[in-house]
């Protein structure tokens, strides 16, 4: 008897896409010059070389497929892929991602040829040199912006999707990186109003809260009054009317990233109940680690030392190194090809936590099902970012309303048959148990 074989479709480029592809090639060419000496004697024209070339590459290869084939969304040939299927290119990306990381947050002298590339961007919009924050900022909102436009053109027939990227394209372009260079400008508290207490942990904390307190003009009055109202009155309300979506799906910077540059990688999130009991243990260890922390510093604060206050210091350190930046850094999004998109958001965001806790207990938002047209094709589950097995709902008719849904609406829009619609109704019969 004869082995059977399957030959996989060749996958062929057009000739403009290969171009883009050729584009991003000699830009990630010129970003790697950009980081030696040699870079000094033009900056700018590094930078146009680097962030211009990758930019125009990536549109080319991207913008021809809204003339290719006709609209839905396209996951053709994705687990035989290198790149998202764990193979070398998935690794070598993890790799790369995961070394920027650690080189930015501890080693950022070696990128100070590339910083200085960015410093006529810097002046222009904060008055002073560029840092290794700047650079940061700068890529990580192109790759938001660029990466979203992908998400546009992949989801063109779904008008949720367009406006729910449009949404965090302005947020992260707009708020998290305009407004705090512009702010810098005018001499102002630099400030993002799209991160809250507990994920901007410091938000909270007494010797940041006199600090703003401190800045002249009343800004950084109206900044901690923002805070504080957004995370103690905006979240519940805004959870309540329209579940946690309303933040990680639409406004927030991590979950910008996570919808954009890490879509290829979204069916990669393990969808295991072992996984899920991890998810849970980790994300709620961290919520508690920030509100302890947070106590403790202002106990230290009110008894001017006399209690906790080694505790604190070090609970604050503990918690910025570990947390802060090794979690939801560089295992964050370094690990996007081999954990999924939403590993920081699934398994250690406090501010999540706390939405999620809101939307599984007083919250309008569920995904409704209807079982009796489902084929359990796999599709829902597949491609769910948080790993949740939405099919074993949508088989029993039940409503889903996991604490962890982030209501991107991705698994209502790969179903073929309208199963999964993402409703806000009464809190009434919420919960079903289906067939």
Request: hydrophobic share 45%; with cysteine.
């Amino acid at each position: 008897m004869q082995p059977i074989s399957i030959e996989l479709p060749h996958r062929d480029f057009s000739a403009i896409k290969k171009a883009g592809l050729a584009l991003c090639a000699v830009g990630f060419l010129f970003m790697i010059m950009a980081l030696m000496e040699v870079s000094r004697s033009n900056p700018v024209l590094f930078f146009m070389l680097s962030a211009g070339s990758m930019v125009t590459g990536a549109l080319v290869f991207i913008l021809p497929q809204l003339k290719e084939s006709p609209a839905g969304i396209k996951h053709n040939r994705l687990f035989f892929l290198s790149a998202t299927s764990r193979g070398f290119w998935g690794w070598a990306a993890a790799v790369f991602f995961t070394g920027f990381y650690v080189i930015l947050y501890w080693f950022p002298q070696y990128l100070e040829n590339l910083i200085r590339t960015t410093d006529w961007l810097s002046w222009i919009m904060r008055g002073k040199p560029a840092d290794q924050w700047f650079l940061y900022g700068f890529y990580y909102t192109l790759a938001v912006v660029v990466m979203g436009i992908r998400m546009i053109v992949k989801n063109r027939h779904n008008r949720y999707q367009i406006i729910r990227t449009c949404s965090v394209m302005f947020f992260q372009l707009g708020f998290a990186f305009l407004i705090p260079g512009l702010l810098q400008l005018f001499n102002q508290p630099e400030f993002y109003f799209t991160y809250f207490w507990p994920l901007k942990y410091s938000y909270l904390f007494p010797n940041d809260i006199q600090w703003l307190m401190s800045q002249p003009g009343g800004l950084g009055v109206f900044m901690i009054y923002w805070g504080a109202m957004m995370s103690f009155v905006a979240t519940p309300a805004l959870t309540y009317f329209f579940g946690k979506r309303w933040y990680c799906s639409w406004v927030c910077g991590c979950g910008g990233l996570a919808e954009t540059l890490g879509d290829p990688y979204r069916h990669l999130s393990d969808k295991s109940l072992w996984s899920w009991k991890i998810e849970r243990y980790l994300i709620y260890s961290v919520l508690v680690f920030v509100v302890m922390t947070t106590l403790l510093l202002w106990i230290n604060s009110a008894t001017q030392g006399a209690m906790f206050g080694t505790w604190s210091q070090n609970f604050s350190s503990v918690y910025g190194f570990y947390i802060g930046a090794l979690f939801s850094g560089v295992i964050g999004v370094g690990f996007y090809p081999l954990m999924g998109s939403r590993v920081w958001c699934r398994f250690g965001c406090p501010m999540a936590a706390i939405l999620g806790l809101l939307q599984k207990y007083w919250s309008r938002f569920r995904i409704t099902t209807n079982g009796g047209q489902c084929i359990s094709c796999g599709n829902c589950s597949t491609y769910c970012e948080m790993g949740i097995d939405v099919r074993a709902y949508a088989m029993k008719g039940q409503n889903i309303i996991r604490a962890s849904c982030v209501g991107c609406g991705i698994c209502s829009a790969v179903c073929p048959r309208g199963v999964l619609n993402l409703e806000n109704g009464p809190m009434e019969g919420r919960y079903n148990l289906g067939r």
